[in-house]
């Protein structure tokens, strides 16, 4: 597994998971985690990615709807298959990337990367050993 800073550009090739996350700013994604995910969307055909977000609705029960809302650009973008949203504070960086990769055989689930709080918006099948 590979945590990297989007500001420092880190590239896909090789992944099998990628999981993309940014705060929210006026109900939308950082600008610079959008740059990546278009920069990057060619490659992120790829592989599986997931998305999430920090946000102050997410920790509202009644505004999980809305919180979950904001990954919709970014699932565009990059064909995610999951999305989630984490209360603000969860996590410490704007913007975050992940990246997993299985010495498996091609077709296998990445075996690196343990995921505890999703699928909400989509399946996303991970195992770990």
């Given amino acids: 597994m590979r945590i990297a800073n989007l500001s420092d550009d880190p ?51 009644a505004k999980q709807d809305t919180a979950h809302g904001y990954n919709d650009a970014a699932m565009l973008k990059c064909a995610a298959v999951a999305s989630e949203a984490f209360p603000a504070g969860s996590c410490q960086r704007r913007s975050a990337y992940c990246r997993g990769s299985s010495a498996g055989s091609a077709g296998t689930a990445p075996t690196t990367t343990s995921i505890t709080h999703l699928p909400r918006r989509g399946p996303v099948t991970s195992s770990n050993s």
């Fill in 11 to 61: 590239a896909v090739d090789g992944a099998d998971l990628v999981i993309v996350g940014s705060g929210i700013n006026t109900g939308a994604w950082y600008p610079e985690a959008m740059a990546w995910l278009r920069a990057n969307a060619e490659a992120l055909t790829s592989t599986t990615v997931a998305v999430f977000n920090t946000s102050l609705n997410a920790a509202d029960p």
